[in-house]
């Protein structure tokens, strides 16, 4: 609930005014984005750190890579629309931060929209970024608010000429930003797998409300991960059918490829949170089991001193002549018999293991 008032929130911002206005709908107060451009072929490779969009020249026979970090600078993603000939609205997706993953062919370009997750090891927490990228004849652009590392690895492929990349146009370049960006959610599903499997075993040991909040914590985060997830699927499934001609056919397969990791980690999340459905109904099993024990416990004590109780009350009471009064040995007699009844009772519970 607290994440959908958020994103009403972040979108009451543009109310009132018309489509394809650039208003920055994110969170994140950074400095002034940072652009880097990269230009490549089989045999070159070039990258740079533009301080403005007049400085991008078109790049004559070679692949183009322009991407931003920072999206506060509402003015600079016009400036690129126009060096670019961007359609407003899709400026406009870029700028909200809080996009459902999605393509959308304008037939000159292709504009897709992706989550990026990362995993802390220090917090045990989850964070989300978006990744916006803009397919065309001979370039890409990536959009993202802050830098995550995510890429990183491709670039060191271009720079390093190694694999095939360097080799094929921007297509390809495409299809090698959705499948890092694919590879990320591994990372946070073997976390989220280890976590549930750690707690596994602490769910019958010790049912505690510390463990519920954490059950909680990663049923959460695995419904978060599936719901950025599915929609990429049918983004992957839409653009490894073909049907645009922004795509080769020898880029098709390796498409497929990333289709068959995004139903991997759908069916792999949906496992985790069965695990965990079936971990809380253990949790609840446990915690009434443990308590049906105490009352157990409770039960056998009150059943011992019941009698007791009645004997004492019997015998206390003020009444001029009652039996064994005048006794010398009643009261050990009374202990004894009191004791008898109490062995009687434990072998009793022993007997119907109540007591084991």
């Given amino acids: 609930m607290g994440v959908a008032i958020k994103s009403i929130r972040k979108r009451s911002a543009k109310a009132g005014l018309p489509p394809g206005s650039l208003v920055y709908l994110g969170e994140l107060a950074t400095g002034r984005p940072v652009l880097t451009l990269i230009e490549y072929d ?11 969009v007049a400085q991008i020249s078109a790049a004559s026979g070679k692949t183009l890579w322009l ?30 931060t809080d996009q459902r993953p999605k393509v959308e062919d304008y037939s000159a370009y292709l504009f897709f929209v992706a989550k990026i997750f990362e995993y802390s090891a220090s917090n045990r927490a989850i964070t989300t970024d978006q ?8 370039f890409v652009l990536t959009f993202q608010e802050k830098s995550t590392g995510t890429f990183a690895p491709l670039r060191e492929r271009l720079k390093n000429a190694k694999g095939q990349i360097r080799k094929n146009g921007a297509d390809y370049l495409a299809y090698a930003l959705l499948d890092a960006v694919v590879d990320r959610y591994f990372i946070c599903l073997e976390a989220l797998a280890e976590k549930a499997e750690a707690l596994e075993g602490e769910v019958v040991a010790r049912p505690t409300q510390k463990l519920l909040r954490e059950l909680h914590g990663i049923r959460r985060q695995t419904l978060f991960l599936r719901r950025a997830v599915w929609p990429l699927r049918e983004v992957v499934s839409l653009l490894a059918r073909g049907e645009s001609t922004l ?22 999340l949906d496992a985790i949170r069965d695990l965990i459905a079936g971990l809380m109904d253990i949790f609840v099993t446990s915690l009434s089991n443990r308590i049906n ?57 022993w007997r119907i293991r109540w007591l084991r």
Avoid at 43 to 48: H, L, S
Avoid at 69 to 82: F, H, S, T
Avoid at 131 to 138: A, F, P, R, T
């Fill in 131 to 138: 990744v916006s990228i803009v397919l065309g004849q001979g």
């Fill in 42 to 52: 089989a045999d070159t490779y070039r990258e740079e750190q533009p301080t403005s």
């Fill in 67 to 96: 991407n931003v970090y920072g999206l506060n600078e509402p003015a600079l993603l016009e400036e690129i629309g126009k060096r670019f000939s961007l359609h407003p609205l899709v400026l406009e997706d870029i700028l909200n």
């Fill in 293 to 349: 024990l105490q009352i157990r416990l409770l039960t056998v004590i009150t059943t011992i001193f019941m009698p007791l109780t009645l004997l004492t009350g019997i015998f206390g009471m003020n009444l001029k002549h009652m039996p064994f009064l005048e006794w010398e040995g009643s009261f050990y007699a009374l202990m004894v018999f009191m004791l008898a009844i109490v062995l009687g009772l434990l072998i009793v519970f």
């Fill in 247 to 268: 795509f080769n056919r020898d880029t098709l397969p390796f498409l497929r490829d990333v289709y068959d990791h995004t139903v991997y980690v759908i069916e792999s």
